[in-house]
């Protein structure tokens, strides 16, 4: 319960924590921060190695409060960063820009957004809004995001508990280097990337079939700590972004996710219900099963929900309102975003079909279930005892951080 309330008050800092600072005015009357359109936004893009966007409206409150904040930032990141080309702020008014807000999928304002050689970060920008945060997250991103390696002794010092995706490309020249280059830009915060450059592998291992025989190639590595899964080789064109990409974002951002207080807003306001594995901070068992069985039995309900794990001592409120504890860990369950549904117990996941048929009960009546609770507010009835609400919507976009443009949770 204790880590369960350190986290919500992490995330009410999140959300609240507005920097009381003096801010370093630029010179009277000039501004660091772009103003953005649909005239200018291409060549800033392409003119700036990190182009920082700030989506805003300037009816929303949270804009206005930001504004300030954000203008500081560019004036500390001019000064650390006085060539142009390598740092950009700017601003994108989403009342005068519709078509901008439309393409980048603006849901709510304000929304921070970071461009690196022209491609997005898949990620958006949820942190602190202090200047002094603004700023050490550009300064991350500014980092590279492949890690050349010799030889293959070299991988044996990937991180276990990380995805990595490997590529082995004969020489700078070859157009798939370019490719790798912005995929790993695109998602060098989902998976850590690492390349060799020439044709000098192992002969021994090609033999083996543990390095490619014929480059370029790619090869993804899962987290072996935390799945069964082994190193899978790509088998599209290395030279086609529109196939490389793809298959990145499946492997990248996994079928599993792993759920936690940093990364909890942006799982819930893709709006799906969530099949929920909680689990003890120590048991890689089951977290393995699980997802081995999700990715067998469920792929292709991933449209449909969003599965993940979550450490069932962090999130110790969320099994304690279903009327469970730690001493009940592991535990399956459904969070509609409106309501919990458990799963009968954790072994019968091994029976096969039986977590699919779970989820096709909860689907196929959901809705009709939902409307009932919510209208009739049946008495307690200890026979029928009424869902336990859902603890993860309040984890979502907080309307006391943002002004939302839909609010269906």
Known sequence: MKLYVAGLVLLQLLWHTLEQEELVASPAGISNVTQISEANINSTLSSNEVLFLNFYADWCHFSKRLAPIFEHAATQLKLEFPAPGKVQLGRVDCVKEVALADLHDIQKFPTLRLFYRGQPVRREYRGLRTSEALVKYVKSQLRSAIVEFNNSEDLAEIDPKRRAVIAYIADTEDP??????????????????????????????????????????????????????????????????????????????????????????????????????????????????????????????????????????????????????????????????????????????????RLKQFMQDFSSNQTVVDRKIVEQNPPRDEQNPPRPVSTFKELGPSKHRYSLLHDEL
């Open 176 to 353: 798939a280097y370019g490719i790798f280059q912005i995929m790993a830009d695109r998602f060098k915060n989902d998976c850590d990337f690492y390349l060799h450059i020439g044709d000098d592998l192992d002969p021994d291992l090609e033999h083996k079939g543990a390095i490619p025989k014929q480059l370029p190639a790619l090869v993804f590595r899962p987290d072996v700590a935390r799945t069964h899964g082994q190193d899978e080789f790509y088998a599209g064109s290395l030279e086609d972004p529109t196939q490389v990409e793809p298959w990145i974002l499946a492997k990248c951002v996994p079928l599993v996710r792993a759920v936690n207080f940093a990364n909890v807003e942006e799982l819930i306001e893709e709006r799906l219900p969530l099949l929920l594995l909680f689990h003890l901070p120590e048991d890689d068992v089951s977290i393995k099963d699980f997802k081995a069985i999700v990715e067998m039995q469920l792929s292709d309900q991933r449209s449909k929900f969003n599965f993940v794990t979550v450490d069932g001592w962090k999130f110790e409120h969320s099994v304690k309102h279903m009327g469970l504890s730690a001493k009940n860990l592991p535990i399956i369950a459904i969070d509609s975003l409106k309501f919990m549904y458990p799963f009968t117990k954790f072994s019968d996941m091994y029976i096969p079909g």
